[in-house]
């Protein structure tokens, strides 16, 4: 178990739809990421938040938005949900200063009908 | 010049063999090269990590070697065990704390 926890595990919806995806990050770790990893392909990098910042961005799509509140929890945000969005994401956290090891969460499993 | 170029895509070896997996990048700004190991249905956790003033780090069965002016790094699993068999994944840091994975790399080791 890595402390880092996601919710829902599953997640079922339909075209145009929004979700939430909530990440809660080990207890003193104050950098969070998300990432999408689709069937084919590896890790996405979406983005990062630091202490409640934007602190990197990747391949994030304009239809998705994050972030992080006061307590380091994080929310991703997924509206007008396509086919194509249908993936694997992962929340990560790293401790202070440190960004090296990242502790990934389990993953929420989106599924777009 | 962002990416991080893994092979082989999937790797199938012995009880007993040894596993290699590569990658290679471009931007000679990454500064940090963890491995990752992936279970089905599990997120993935950091296997090895090495920094590139070091050419090789090893832990247990797994080692990492790492060739900074061919700009590739690898690696190594000895004496692979069918519980090693998982998707592995390098990745790449940059200064900002963006981290780049590789396609990942499926390894299934026969008993």
């Known amino acids: 178990d890595s402390g880092v926890t996601q919710t829902p595990k599953h997640l079922i919806t339909a075209t145009g739809q929004r979700v939430t995806l909530r990440c809660s990050p080990r207890?003193?770790?104050?950098?969070v990421y998300w990432y999408q990893q689709s069937l084919d392909q590896g890790l996405q990098f979406l983005i990062q938040?630091?202490?409640?910042?934007?602190?990197a961005k990747g391949n994030i799509l304009e239809r998705f938005s994050a972030q992080q509140f006061p307590d380091l929890h994080s929310e991703l945000n997924l509206s007008s949900l396509e086919l194509g969005d249908s993936a694997l994401y992962f929340c990560?956290?790293?401790?202070?200063?440190?960004?090296?090891?990242?502790?990934f969460g389990p993953g929420t499993r989106l599924l777009v009908l | 010049q962002q990416q991080v170029k893994q092979s082989p895509q999937s790797l199938i070896v012995q009880k007993g063999g040894i596993s290699i997996i590569n990658c290679a990048y471009e931007?000679?700004?990454?500064?940090?090269f963890p491995w990752y190991q992936q279970f089905p249905g599990k997120g993935p956790a950091l296997l090895i990590a090495?920094?590139?003033?070091?050419s090789e780090k090893k832990e247990g069965r797994f080692t990492i070697s790492f060739n900074k002016s061919a700009k590739q790094f690898s690696l190594h699993i000895m004496d692979s065990q069918p519980g090693d068999s998982a998707t592995y994944f390098c990745?790449?840091?940059?200064?900002?704390?963006?981290?780049?994975f590789g396609t990942g790399t499926r390894l299934k080791v026969l008993a």
């Open positions: 990560a956290s790293s401790g202070q200063g440190a960004g090296e090891t990242q502790y």
């Open positions: 207890s003193g770790d104050l950098s």
């Open positions: 938040y630091y202490n409640g910042e934007e602190r």
């Open positions: 931007n000679t700004a990454f500064d940090y």
């Open positions: 090495i920094r590139p003033d070091v």
């Open positions: 990745a790449a840091r940059s200064g900002t704390y963006k981290y780049i």
